[in-house]
């Protein structure tokens, strides 16, 4: 079980910080990450944090993001500065695999949180 929140409707240069709670057996033996989808597309890998919390970022956005966890709350966290209109679409997280050298999730996905970005 799988809950993001945190998006919302902002203003180009503005940040926001999504949460994501992840119902899981042992959650912080778990690599986890966060991904972007927009109507149409697949979704796109955003960050990744290891169980020890090594952070790994898309490099387009590595600049602007920040990915945390909190492993007594199940939870992990993203938060994205400067934030641009390119950057709108949903956002979930899930248990990342490597599958032809791209990460992608698993099979169960939250409903995610729209993050949506005006110029």
């Known amino acids: 079980h799988i809950v993001e929140t945190g998006g919302g409707t902002v203003q180009r240069g503005e940040s926001l910080d999504l949460s994501c709670v992840v119902s899981?057996?042992?959650?912080?033996?778990?690599?986890m990450a966060w991904f972007r989808q927009v109507p149409g597309k697949q979704r796109k890998f955003v960050a990744r944090i290891t169980r020890f919390g090594s952070p790994n970022y898309a490099p387009i956005m590595t600049r602007r993001l920040s990915i945390s966890r909190d492993d007594y709350k199940n939870t992990v966290y993203l938060q994205i500065r400067n934030l641009r209109p390119e950057d709108t679409g949903v956002y979930s997280c899930?248990?990342?695999?490597?599958?032809?050298?791209?990460?992608?999730?698993?099979?169960?996905w939250g409903q995610g949180t729209q993050v949506t970005v005006s110029a």
């Open positions: 899981i057996y042992e959650f912080r033996q778990k690599e």
């Open positions: 899930n248990i990342p695999l490597l599958v032809n050298w791209e990460w992608k999730g698993g099979d169960s």
